[in-house]
């Protein structure tokens, strides 16, 4: 720490107006970010803490979160890595299916598969109702634990499906000529090789399970968690300090999931670099468990594209359950709704690319200036990652929405909350980058005469523009269709299209509310098919 603060103030003598750029960013990162959560910690007390054992919903509560996150996380990370090994590592039709089934929950409300579930599966669903003529009732821990497999295996998928790539081929022919069965190469070699992908996807979709506030709500039944308690406590009862104790109690076991995927996963390597590798092919498996697998991959490919397509159909049904003919009086109730979802372009827009330019400065600061304090700005840009997005909004709603700083109301306070928790995201991608560019091309700008801002700017920001652009468009993907994050610092004028959609499914309007989400899920996949195409053109390609 010494040496640090020794270091700090060399360059504060060295390059003054650098120094000058890094405090000012510390201020507001730690203004942002550290004060809203010491503001929600600040509402509670020992004596309301004590309480979270003593009173049965809470402590319910409290045990429902684990339990669903644990068996969420469990069949989540399951059907990623089943997905991840048949896209990888099998000749397989559909895959072109498959692809677009791991990206459609990303670029949609997670919420919406609860919304298709009670279509589909509710009192009068389609399947249960109509065509079974079965009473089921999916509200409760059952169908919320079969909504978050599908919401998030997906975000799973993303992280295995690298490491599954990646995963030495040759090593696994040795083990063969060794005399290794296929199950022991299988759980041997291949799995340990996968270990830190299925470990570091297994970590992601817990804390997305942890924080998941939309479908709970709007499938979770009498099944309570913190995340929804909170919310109850704090809008129904309003009782803050309970709010805050529920929503506190949430953030520990969040900050303990991000600090071992911080600590353990990702300080562990398991590259094998063999040489020539790339000319294998992966070892034949079993023909029946090739299209077993693709079998499985297969229903849950439909039951993906029957959630969308109940979405679609219900968008254009004059009365779901009742009155089935088709009608446009829904769209027309969404043309109503316009400011809505103009809010949340506006809002996605500012706050993706104020998260894109805040990433990319910090990025460079840390990655590329010795100030003494890097490590500190580190974990500023990546910390609102572990914050559940109730609990970021209780705490902006608690920090900015007083007579100190009074943004109450304002479409400021939800571009700045959105803003925070993308920056994590766009800094992760551009902290990336940049450390691919070596430190040559910097040293060959400053011997030609460039000054450190014009290196900047003309030199490596044009090299990361793909990243910039690729982090700005998955933030804006992000808030464009966020519930939790705004869900207690909007108001009449600041609403958004998540927050409607919730209204009308609490008004058991199921219509309005599936034509209002398509129109948000249809905007996200117009700006990534937009996108996709413009780096098309550009001989580049686009993932997220």
């Not at 919903?57 to 429902?64: D, I, M, P, Q």
């Not at 499985?296 to 993906?304: E, I, L, R």
């Not at 997005?389 to 900015?400: C, E, K, Q």
Request: net charge positive; glycine share 8%.
């Amino acid at each position: 720490m010494k040496e640090n603060m020794l270091q700090f103030k060399k360059k504060l003598r060295n390059e003054p107006l650098l120094m000058v750029l890094v405090f000012t960013l510390l201020t507001i990162m730690t203004f942002l970010i550290i004060y809203p959560i010491a503001r929600v910690v600040m509402e509670t007390n020992g004596e309301i803490f004590s309480q979270l054992w003593t009173n049965v919903r809470w402590r319910n509560s409290l045990v429902n979160t684990v339990f669903i996150t644990i068996l969420s996380t469990l069949s989540s990370t399951i059907v990623a890595f089943i997905f991840a090994y048949t896209m990888a590592r099998l000749d397989i039709p559909c895959k072109g299916l498959f692809r677009i089934v791991t990206l459609l929950p990303i670029v949609s409300p997670p919420f919406i598969v609860a919304l298709s579930y009670i279509l589909l599966f509710g009192r009068q669903g389609i399947i249960t109702n109509h065509l079974l003529g079965i009473p089921l009732d999916i509200y409760g821990w059952t169908g919320l634990w079969a909504v978050q497999t599908i919401s998030f295996f997906p975000y799973a998928y993303a992280v295995i499906y690298g490491v599954v790539k990646a995963a030495s081929i040759q090593m696994e022919y040795a083990a063969y000529n060794l005399g290794a069965t296929k199950w022991q190469v299988f759980t041997d070699v291949f799995l340990k090789l996968c270990r830190p992908g299925i470990a570091g996807g297994a970590l992601v979709v817990a804390m997305s399970i942890l924080a998941d506030f939309g479908n709970p709500m709007i499938i979770g039944g009498n099944f309570s968690v913190l995340s929804t308690e909170a919310y109850a406590q704090m809008t129904g009862w309003f009782d803050i300090p309970a709010a805050a104790m529920l929503a506190t109690t949430m953030l520990v076991p969040a900050l303990s999931l991000f600090l071992i995927n911080r600590l353990w996963v990702g300080k562990r390597s398991y590259v094998t670099v063999t040489g020539k590798d790339s000319s294998l092919q992966p070892y034949p498996i079993a023909t029946w468990v090739k299209w077993l697998l693709f079998s499985f991959c297969m229903f849950v490919s439909v039951v993906v594209v029957l959630v969308y397509g109940t979405l679609a159909y219900g968008a254009f049904t004059t009365t779901w359950g009742y009155d089935w003919s088709l009608t446009l009086d829904n769209m027309a109730y969404v043309v109503g709704k316009q400011q809505e979802i103009i809010n949340s372009i506006v809002y996605a827009v500012c706050a993706a690319v104020g998260a894109a330019l805040l990433s990319v400065l910090v990025a460079y600061l840390v990655q590329r200036k010795q100030f003494g304090l890097n490590k500190w700005m580190d974990f500023l840009a990546v910390l609102p990652g572990a914050i559940p997005g109730v609990f970021l909004s209780l705490g902006f709603a608690f920090a900015f929405g007083g007579d100190m700083f009074s943004l109450t109301g304002t479409s400021f306070i939800i571009i700045l909350a959105l803003m925070i928790w993308n920056l994590p995201t766009c800094y992760s991608a551009n902290a990336a980058a940049l450390q691919q560019i070596g430190p040559s091309i910097e040293e060959a700008s400053t011997n030609l005469g460039a000054t450190g801002i014009q290196t900047y700017f003309k030199v490596l920001l044009p090299i990361v523009r793909t990243s910039f652009i690729s982090s700005m468009v998955l933030a804006f993907l992000r808030s464009v269709t966020c519930l939790s994050v705004v869900i207690f610092i909007y108001s009449l004028k600041t609403s958004v299209g998540t927050i409607t959609i919730i209204g009308l499914l609490s008004n058991g309007q199921w219509g309005a509310a599936s034509a209002v989400t398509i129109t948000l899920i249809g905007i996200a996949i117009s700006v990534l098919l937009l996108t996709k195409l413009a780096f098309r053109l550009r001989g580049k390609t686009f993932e997220i």
